[in-house]
């Protein structure tokens, strides 16, 4: 996915503002992700792999970041599927522990981020600009995802 996802997306954004856009996107998500979730039972079958999946994206990006930041031991390449949860509840906790410490952790440096890049392929890298590009356009088709599980009328468990 990431790899794919990466041509189009520029590799640092054409000003602060568009980063700063897209952190409060980046932030938003897990108070957008329970607000879509109200909707829905809380173990409706459709949601775990929803939330599986986010949460599994965003080890990913952790990882990315890791590497790309500079801090030592982490994987060489950007992974996603590694792990997914059984419980709603536990997935989607998962998701918010991770989302809100990769936010912090990006949040605090400034812009100093925008150069930050690392492995994502065999010889291909990315920068976190568009690693969290693809990573927006993500968290939106999770959104849009659940909000289809309402709009479908698909609430019966």
């Known amino acids: 996915m990431w790899a794919e996802a990466l041509p189009p997306v520029p590799r640092r954004p054409p000003s602060e503002f568009e980063w700063e856009d897209l952190l409060v996107r980046i932030e938003v998500m897990p108070k957008a992700l329970r607000v879509a979730l109200e909707q829905l039972p809380a173990q409706h079958p459709s949601v775990l792999p929803?939330?599986?999946a986010a949460g599994d994206r965003e080890a990913g990006v952790r990882d990315f970041i890791e590497?790309?930041?500079?801090?030592?031991?982490?994987?060489?390449?950007?992974?996603t599927g590694a792990q997914s949860t059984?419980?709603?509840?536990?997935?989607?906790?998962?998701?918010?522990r991770?989302?809100?410490?990769?936010?912090?952790?990006l949040q605090r440096r400034?812009?100093?981020?925008?150069?930050?890049?690392?492995?994502?392929a065999d010889g291909e890298t990315a920068?976190?600009?568009q690693v969290l590009t693809v990573l927006?356009?993500?968290?939106?088709?999770?959104l849009a995802a659940l909000r289809d599980l309402t709009r479908r009328g698909t609430l019966g468990c």
Do not use: C, Y
């Open 67 to 79: 590497r790309a930041s500079g801090e030592p031991g982490r994987p060489a390449a950007l992974k």
């Open 50 to 52: 929803v939330l599986a």
């Open 86 to 96: 059984a419980v709603h509840e536990d997935a989607l906790d998962r998701f918010v």
């Open 98 to 105: 991770i989302r809100t410490r990769n936010f912090a952790m």
């Open 110 to 120: 400034g812009i100093d981020v925008w150069n930050w890049e690392a492995h994502v």
């Open 136 to 142: 927006s356009q993500e968290d939106v088709k999770a």
């Open 127 to 129: 920068t976190i600009h």
